[in-house]
T-cell receptor
């Protein structure tokens, strides 16, 4: 069974740039959620994708967008980067309908905005 | 709006001592609560969920709706319990979680 994988693991951008983060879900999982974890904070829900559609969104501006592909992998895109976007971005996969609440997390992509 | 509060950033206990990690929540709906754990150099993973009322690695947590709490307890701490612990509340579907800020548990000899 393949776990959740994310890329890149680390990256540095400057203000105003755009970034794309990628996530491959765990084998058999059809739902992907993205979380932002700032230093010293808990993960904060950005949005979730199910069947290639956004299925819920947290309190994040529209410059945070995403995609889910037919193979259930996903991308998180952030436009017009701001300094406060510096954080660890976590992807988590799950199986819709199971309702167990168990999310399987990747190791994260650490974004630094200068 | 939903909120999860973990009042302690760091909890340091001796090996063999009891452990209680505090978690309080606010939510107008029917709460579904979880504890996630992150061991050193590992990814975040589910420890236990209130709905299954199980004991995992000696840890238990009881949902107290009157006190809006979901404290994590273990009678005798072990060195391998040292980790970051996050309390989380599910809203909407079970995969949309609101996390607390986490408590680092440090078990010393």
């Amino acid at each position: 069974e393949t776990g959740v994988t994310q890329s890149p693991t680390h990256l540095i951008k400057t203000r105003g740039q755009q970034v794309t983060l990628r996530c491959s879900s765990q084998s058999g999982h059809n739902t992907v959620s993205w979380y932002q974890q700032a230093l010293g904070q808990g993960p904060q829900f950005i949005f979730q994708y199910y069947r290639e559609e956004e299925n819920g969104r947290g309190n994040f501006p529209p410059r945070f967008s995403g995609l889910q592909f037919p193979n259930y992998s996903s991308e998180l895109n952030v436009n017009a980067l701001e300094l406060d976007d510096s954080a660890l971005y976590l992807c988590a996969s799950s199986l819709a309908g199971r309702g167990t609440g168990e999310l399987f997390f990747g190791e994260g992509s650490r974004l630094t905005v200068l | 709006a939903q909120r999860v509060t973990q009042p302690e950033k760091l909890l340091s206990v001796f090996k063999g001592a009891p452990v209680e990690l505090k978690c309080n929540y606010s939510y107008s709906g029917s709460p579904e609560l979880f504890w996630y754990v992150q061991y050193s150099r590992q990814r975040l993973q589910l420890l236990l969920r209130h709905i299954s009322r199980e004991s995992i690695k000696g840890f238990t947590a009881d949902l107290n709706k009157g006190e809006t709490s979901f404290h994590l307890k273990k009678p005798f701490a072990q060195e391998e319990d040292s980790a970051m612990y996050y309390c989380a509340l599910a809203t909407g579907t079970a995969s949309k979680l609101t996390f607390g800020t986490g408590t680092r548990l440090q078990v010393t000899l």
